[in-house]
């Protein structure tokens, strides 16, 4: 036999094992690779934890009201807490249902939301013709805060208390004008519970919007208004008008001077305004409890509990079966009024 032979044989056998033992190396290594994979790829948006895009926030009033102020106070707390953009977009028209009606149509994600009053309550009492159910179309999801109502009158109305203000209604009736922010407003709706409760009667002065209406008042051309507190108080503060009570039950750190109406002799005058997030009916119900849960830390917060003072309005929180119960209350109570005062939209 060759021994060159035989050497150069078995230096090729040992080069061949050589390259099937690296080949079979990279494909274990490949297959281990391959294996490990979905544990470090982004994980589909489905399964990615609520919030993991911007937020946006309709509010379907004019800038610088309640609703508005709310939403902006918390928009700027979610981005905190969350890291996502949140945008507040004003929705106006049709008493709130322009912005309604895109909250209603939205993908039922948790990616719009709605902070909107305790006006929504009422609004299938007044319009049979909206083209969204304020029940069936959205889901409840905190309240956030509760804004009493501060009746204002002009400084010239011989009228310093709620006693003095029914006397002089009842010594002439019909002939008082109050004004509001148009008809099925929280205030007019306000405004009609107190006439019923106290038996007298007023002249409606509807007005576009709200600051128009106080202009107006301030102005003497209307001598009676029922405002938010959070709009009216700066008039009474500045002594434009007069505050004669609040529907809080307790005297406001705003207003240490205003009594309440249970000081002032009609404790059932309960004209308080929600002010809260709703979504799309079938946004999921883990992106429900995170917005509930970071609302309610929100408003327990010294800052915020701080701003809200000066404000006048109170924090609210719960969860979201106490607010959708608060909704359905509330259009109960509206309801009555708006039929006994024969109010129509539509």
Request: proline letters at 7%; a positive charge.
């Amino acid at each position: 036999m060759n021994v060159n032979s035989s050497a150069t044989g078995t230096r090729r056998t040992r080069h061949v094992c050589r390259a099937r033992i690296a080949r079979a190396t990279r494909t274990a290594a490949l297959a281990a690779l391959a294996g490990s994979l979905p544990l470090v790829l982004p994980l589909p948006a489905a399964a990615q934890q609520y919030p993991s895009k911007p937020i946006r926030i309709i509010v379907p009033f004019g800038a610088g009201g309640s609703a508005d102020t709310m939403a902006r106070l918390a928009g700027q707390r979610f981005t905190e807490t969350w890291s996502q953009p949140v945008l507040v977009e004003n929705r106006t028209g049709a008493a709130g249902m322009i912005g309604a009606e895109a909250v209603a149509r939205a993908a039922p994600d948790g990616y719009t939301l709605m902070l909107t009053s305790g006006a929504f309550s009422s609004t299938p009492a007044l319009n049979t013709k909206v083209s969204v159910d304020v029940f069936k179309d959205f889901v409840a999801i905190v309240n956030m805060a509760n804004t009493a109502t501060l009746i204002n009158v002009h400084p010239s109305l011989p009228a310093k208390s709620i006693k003095e203000l029914i006397a002089f209604a009842k010594s002439r009736p019909g002939q008082i004008g109050f004004a509001t922010a148009g008809v099925g407003s929280t205030g007019h709706l306000a405004t009609e519970l107190f006439l019923a409760m106290t038996e007298t009667q007023m002249v409606h002065v509807p007005y576009k919007a709200n600051p128009i209406a106080v202009i107006d008042v301030i102005s003497g051309n209307v001598p009676l208004m029922f405002d938010l507190v959070l709009t009216g108080a700066p008039h009474v503060r500045s002594g434009k008008l007069r505050g004669l009570a609040v529907t809080a039950g307790k005297r406001l750190p705003l207003l240490p001077d205003v009594p309440t109406v249970t000081e002032a002799g009609l404790p059932a005058f309960d004209a308080n305004v929600w002010l809260g997030f709703l979504g799309p009916a079938a946004m999921p119900r883990d992106a429900v409890n995170r917005v509930n849960a970071e609302v309610n830390r929100i408003v327990r917060l010294p800052e915020i509990v701080k701003r809200f003072n000066e404000l006048g309005v109170e924090p609210a929180g719960g969860t979201p079966e106490q607010f959708a119960a608060l909704h359905r209350n509330d259009f109960l109570k509206w309801q009555k009024v708006v039929r006994d005062a024969k109010i129509k939209l539509d």
